[in-house]
């Protein structure tokens, strides 16, 4: 993937502005991420599908591998959950992207995405929310 930045330019305030808003309020989540510990508070939300049936999402985990993530702990974090650089990875590029509009008004892009990384990504996630679930090792211990 050889990311670039794209020649479309946004010369419309409110476009920036909401794009600052964004990086404001993901850089506010990332602190609260970081400074509160998921395992002793509350408001974090919990993930609907696990409170329901008791089977863990593709992305159950995360706001604990973030939290250990955060702190330094790549090896706690990648056991909460093993997708956790991937899903670094796309929000890491989608954060990017909105300070660049912010501060330049133009985004980061792909080159020429054609849709199959997406397809693979949902595919990958899929494969890994079937997976993680099932009660035999080693698979039991991707399980958050």
Do not use: Q
């Not at 973030?66 to 650089?85: C, Q």
């Amino acid at each position: 993937m050889n990311a670039k930045v794209d020649t479309i330019e946004y010369s419309d305030a409110p476009l920036r502005a909401l794009a600052a808003a964004g990086v404001a309020a993901t850089s506010a989540g990332v602190a609260a991420v970081w400074y509160f510990d998921p395992m002793t508070t509350r408001f974090f939300p919990l993930c609907p599908l696990y409170s329901l049936t008791g089977f863990a999402c593709p992305g159950c985990g995360l706001t604990r591998g973030f939290h250990a993530l955060f702190h330094g702990d790549v090896l706690t974090a990648l056991d909460y959950n093993a997708l956790i650089p991937f899903f670094g990875a796309f929000l890491g590029f989608l954060f990017l992207s909105m300070v660049l509009v912010a501060v330049r008004g133009r985004r980061l892009t792909l080159g020429k995405f054609n849709g199959s990384l997406l397809w693979t990504f949902l595919a990958l996630l899929l494969v890994f929310g079937i997976v993680r679930n099932l009660p035999y090792y080693p698979f039991n211990i991707l399980f958050p």
